[in-house]
């Protein structure tokens, strides 16, 4: 059976699993995103509940983007079980630090699986990330400008209210593009 199914796709069976990886890992950070938006909300940082909320509807639909690849491709695209959520985080500032560590680790798992692709000649896939890869610019720049307003701002008195109040309002802007 399994020989079977592997006639009607190109996928081979390694790539279809870390697809099924990252389908997962996107579901995870999808779900992390949320219960930072919670505990954010919880702790008076409406701004930043808000921005987290957006996050995590944009990791569904990277999640949702991987497995329609999937599907469309012949594949058994996953629905992925997610646990070990936490509901709570250190300091206003640890919940952006694991933001950005979290899409760090994203870059580099797409990174591995461009390697994998180019090692199985896999070239229809690559061209499939590489919108993924792109994207990773702009989400890792957007959490590390956002750490950066804690060094710049400063914690102290209304510090952490302006932060939360700037946070939304981190673009990210592709100057150089013509
Ligand atoms: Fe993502
Ligand atoms: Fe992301």
Redo the contacts with the bound molecule.
Sequence with gaps: MKDLLRLRTSLTEEIEQILNEQIK??AE??AMYLAMSSWCDRNGFDFSAGYFKKQSD??R???LRLFKYVSDMGGRAVSPSVTNIPLEFDSFKGVFEQALQQ?IA?TQSFNRIADRCQKQKDYVTFSFIQW?LN??IE?EYVARRALELFELIGEDGTGRYEIDKRVPKITYENTYEG
């Design positions: 890992m996107e950070a999808s944009e990791e639909e990277h999640m899409e994203v993924f994207e990773q989400e």
